[in-house]
C-alpha cells in the first residue's frame, strides 16, 4: 500500500506523478481515522514536544546553494499537482518570492508520520508554507513571519446530521473532531474553559484538515473544524459538508521559520508586506498578486476541482481505482510504470471513461481521436482507450530514448498532453 510516509520529496522527478496517487490513497484507506467511537484512546501528545535543535542555515546559506525548500501539504489549498503542473495558493505565494530572489524551488511533502517541526529545524526544509494559524504554542519552537492571510474557524458538519447549529450553544450534542495538534483544538479547549458544552473527539496527528473533511464528508464523523477558505475549496469537490457556526474570527496564518535564520525571515516580512497588510482603519490592503490568487483558489467561480483531483470514490475499491489490474496488465504489455500509467489516468479524466475534454480528447487516458486509429465510439471502452494511451505513451517515451530517465518521462508527459508540434515549437525557443 502507498503511504505519504515514504515521500519527504524533492518534487524534481517523476515522484510528482507518485504523490497523486499518494494524495487518494490517504483520501480514502489508512491514512484516514475510524468511527468516533474507537477514537478514545489515540495518543494526545502534542507534536509539539521533543522537536529537534534548529540546524544553522540562515538566508546566506540559502542564497549559496540555489534553493529554497518549502515544507507543506498536499491539499486543494496548498499544493497540488494538475496534469503535472504543480499548484497551490501556498505554492505560488513561495514560488514567486522564489523567484523574486533568483533561487531553485523544492517542495517537501509532509509524510503522515512526520513531524514537520522537525523537518524544519532539521534541515530539510526552509520553511513551512501550509496554512498555519499562529498560537502560542507553536512559537515555542518556530517563529512566524508576518501574516499574509486572515481565516475565520468554522464548524463543518456532515450533511446527513439532522441537526442544523445555528450557534456554538447548538453544538453540545455534536462530537467535534480534530488532532491535537491544530489551532482548532486550542480553540475548542478555550471555549470549553469559557463554559461551552462541547465534545471534543481527539484523533492522531496524522490526520490533516482535508482527512477530517473526507470523513465528514462521508459520515464517519459528525462535525470538524476548518479555515473559512479551505471550506470553500474543499465543498466545491467534496460535497457532503455543510457549514456551521463560526467559532473564531480573523486568525492570522503565515509561515513557520527556524528560530535561528533572522535574515531569512526578514526577507520573508519585506515580500510578504507588498502583498498584504493593515491600513490605518485596520482593513487588510491586499496586493493584486494576492487577490488574483484568493480568488483562483478560494473565491473564483472555477471550481477548485477542476485542478485537484483526490478521487475520493478509492475508498469503495480497497485500492486506487477500479481499473488497477487492466492497468498493471496493459503497463506490463508496454514495459510502462504501471503507477505513472495510473498517475496518468487519474490526472487526465479522474477514472472516468466517459469523461470529454474541451479540445475533444475522450475516455479514462484522454486520448486524442486525431492521433489513433481507433473509431471514436470504441475510445469510450475502458480497456481499448487505456491500450491506446498507453500505446501513445510508450511511442513517445521510445522518442526520447536518448534522455536520461527523468527528462524521458518530462517530455513524454509534454508530449502526451500538449502534443509533438507544441513541444517541438517549445524546444526551438
Given at each position: 500500500m502507498?503511504?505519504?510516509?515514504?515521500?519527504?520529496?524533492?518534487?524534481?522527478?517523476k515522484?510528482?506523478?507518485?504523490l497523486?496517487?499518494?494524495?487518494?490513497?490517504?483520501?480514502?484507506?489508512?491514512?484516514?481515522?475510524?468511527?468516533e467511537?474507537?477514537?478514545?484512546?489515540?495518543?494526545?501528545?502534542?507534536i509539539?514536544?521533543?522537536?529537534?535543535?534548529?540546524?544553522?542555515?540562515?538566508?546566506?546559506?540559502?542564497?549559496?546553494?540555489?534553493?529554497?525548500?518549502v515544507?507543506?501539504?498536499?491539499s486543494?489549498?496548498?499544493?497540488?499537482?494538475?496534469?503535472g503542473?504543480?499548484?497551490?495558493?501556498?505554492?505560488?505565494?513561495?514560488k514567486?518570492?522564489?523567484?523574486e530572489?533568483?533561487?531553485?524551488l523544492?517542495?517537501?511533502?509532509?509524510?503522515?508520520?512526520?513531524n514537520?517541526?522537525?523537518?524544519?529545524?532539521?534541515?530539510?526544509?526552509?520553511?513551512?508554507?501550509?496554512?498555519?494559524?499562529?498560537?502560542?504554542?507553536?512559537?515555542?519552537?518556530?517563529d512566524?513571519?508576518?501574516?499574509?492571510?486572515?481565516?475565520?474557524?468554522?464548524?463543518v458538519?456532515?450533511?446527513?446530521l439532522?441537526?442544523?447549529?445555528e450557534?456554538?450553544?447548538?453544538?453540545?450534542?455534536?462530537?467535534?473532531?480534530v488532532r491535537?495538534?491544530s489551532s482548532?483544538?486550542?480553540?475548542?479547549?478555550?471555549?470549553?474553559?469559557e463554559?461551552?458544552?462541547l465534545?471534543?473527539?481527539v484523533?492522531?496527528?496524522?490526520?490533516?484538515?482535508?482527512?477530517?473533511?473526507?470523513?465528514?464528508?462521508n459520515?464517519?464523523?459528525?462535525a470538524?473544524?476548518?479555515d473559512?477558505?479551505?471550506?470553500?475549496?474543499?465543498?466545491k469537490?467534496?460535497?457532503?459538508?455543510?457549514?456551521?457556526?463560526?467559532?473564531?474570527?480573523?486568525?492570522?496564518?503565515?509561515?513557520?521559520?527556524r528560530?535561528?535564520?533572522?535574515?531569512?525571515?526578514?526577507?520573508?516580512?519585506?515580500?510578504?508586506?507588498?502583498?498584504?497588510?493593515?491600513g490605518?482603519?485596520?482593513?487588510p490592503?491586499?496586493?493584486?498578486?494576492?487577490?488574483?490568487?484568493?480568488?483562483?483558489?478560494?473565491?473564483?467561480?472555477?471550481?477548485?476541482?477542476?485542478?485537484?483531483t483526490p478521487?475520493?470514490e478509492?475508498?469503495?475499491?480497497?485500492?486506487?481505482?477500479?481499473?488497477d489490474?487492466l492497468?498493471?496488465?496493459?503497463?506490463?504489455?508496454?514495459?510502462?510504470?504501471?503507477?505513472?500509467?495510473t498517475?496518468?489516468a487519474a490526472?487526465?479524466?479522474?477514472?472516468?471513461?466517459?469523461?470529454?475534454?474541451?479540445?475533444g480528447?475522450?475516455?479514462?487516458?484522454?486520448?486524442?481521436?486525431?492521433?489513433?486509429?481507433?473509431?471514436l465510439?470504441?475510445?469510450?471502452?475502458?480497456?481499448?482507450?487505456?491500450?491506446?494511451?498507453?500505446?501513445?505513451?510508450k511511442?513517445?517515451?521510445?522518442?526520447y530514448?536518448?534522455?536520461?530517465?527523468?527528462?524521458?518521462?518530462?517530455?513524454?508527459?509534454?508530449?502526451?498532453?500538449?502534443?509533438?508540434?507544441?513541444v517541438?515549437?517549445?524546444?526551438?525557443?
Amino acid at each position: 500500500m502507498l503511504s505519504r510516509n515514504s515521500l519527504k520529496t524533492r518534487l524534481t522527478s517523476k515522484s510528482n506523478w507518485y504523490l497523486i496517487l499518494i494524495a487518494f490513497v490517504c483520501a480514502g484507506l489508512s491514512c484516514t481515522g475510524g468511527p468516533e467511537a474507537d477514537t478514545k484512546d489515540v495518543n494526545r501528545t502534542p507534536i509539539l514536544a521533543n522537536i529537534t535543535e534548529p540546524v544553522e542555515r540562515d538566508y546566506a546559506d540559502i542564497k549559496n546553494t540555489g534553493i529554497l525548500r518549502v515544507i507543506t501539504s498536499y491539499s486543494s489549498s496548498t499544493y497540488f499537482l494538475h496534469r503535472g503542473i504543480q499548484a497551490g495558493f501556498e505554492y505560488e505565494l513561495i514560488k514567486n518570492f522564489a523567484k523574486e530572489h533568483d533561487l531553485a524551488l523544492e517542495v517537501i511533502i509532509i509524510g503522515e508520520d512526520e513531524n514537520p517541526y522537525d523537518l524544519l529545524n532539521s534541515g530539510e526544509g526552509d520553511l513551512i508554507a501550509a496554512s498555519y494559524t499562529i498560537t502560542d504554542e507553536r512559537r515555542e519552537v518556530v517563529d512566524f513571519t508576518r501574516p499574509y492571510n486572515l481565516v475565520d474557524q468554522i464548524i463543518v458538519l456532515s450533511e446527513e446530521l439532522e441537526l442544523e447549529p445555528e450557534s456554538i450553544t447548538d453544538l453540545s450534542s455534536i462530537p467535534i473532531t480534530v488532532r491535537r495538534n491544530s489551532s482548532y483544538y486550542v480553540k475548542l479547549k478555550e471555549l470549553q474553559e469559557e463554559g461551552f458544552d462541547l465534545t471534543i473527539n481527539v484523533v492522531s496527528d496524522d490526520m490533516d484538515t482535508e482527512a477530517l473533511l473526507f470523513q465528514v464528508a462521508n459520515g464517519s464523523y459528525s462535525a470538524t473544524v476548518a479555515d473559512d477558505n479551505f471550506f470553500q475549496a474543499s465543498d466545491k469537490y467534496m460535497g457532503g459538508l455543510v457549514r456551521g457556526p463560526v467559532i473564531a474570527q480573523n486568525d492570522t496564518i503565515a509561515w513557520a521559520v527556524r528560530k535561528n535564520a533572522p535574515d531569512l525571515k526578514n526577507k520573508f516580512n519585506q515580500y510578504l508586506y507588498k502583498h498584504f497588510r493593515f491600513g490605518s482603519d485596520g482593513i487588510p490592503k491586499r496586493s493584486a498578486f494576492l487577490n488574483v490568487l484568493r480568488k483562483k483558489y478560494f473565491e473564483g467561480s472555477t471550481p477548485v476541482a477542476d485542478y485537484f483531483t483526490p478521487d475520493v470514490e478509492v475508498q469503495r475499491f480497497g485500492g486506487i481505482s477500479p481499473y488497477d489490474s487492466l492497468l498493471q496488465t496493459v503497463a506490463a504489455e508496454f514495459d510502462l510504470d504501471w503507477v505513472m500509467l495510473t498517475s496518468i489516468a487519474a490526472q487526465e479524466s479522474k477514472f472516468d471513461p466517459n469523461s470529454e475534454s474541451w479540445a475533444g480528447a475522450v475516455g479514462i487516458m484522454q486520448v486524442l481521436p486525431r492521433f489513433s486509429e481507433i473509431p471514436l465510439e470504441s475510445l469510450y471502452d475502458p480497456e481499448i482507450n487505456i491500450r491506446e494511451g498507453a500505446r501513445i505513451l510508450k511511442e513517445q517515451m521510445d522518442h526520447y530514448s536518448y534522455m536520461d530517465s527523468t527528462s524521458q518521462w518530462n517530455f513524454a508527459l509534454a508530449t502526451y498532453n500538449a502534443g509533438p508540434g507544441h513541444v517541438a515549437d517549445a524546444r526551438r525557443l
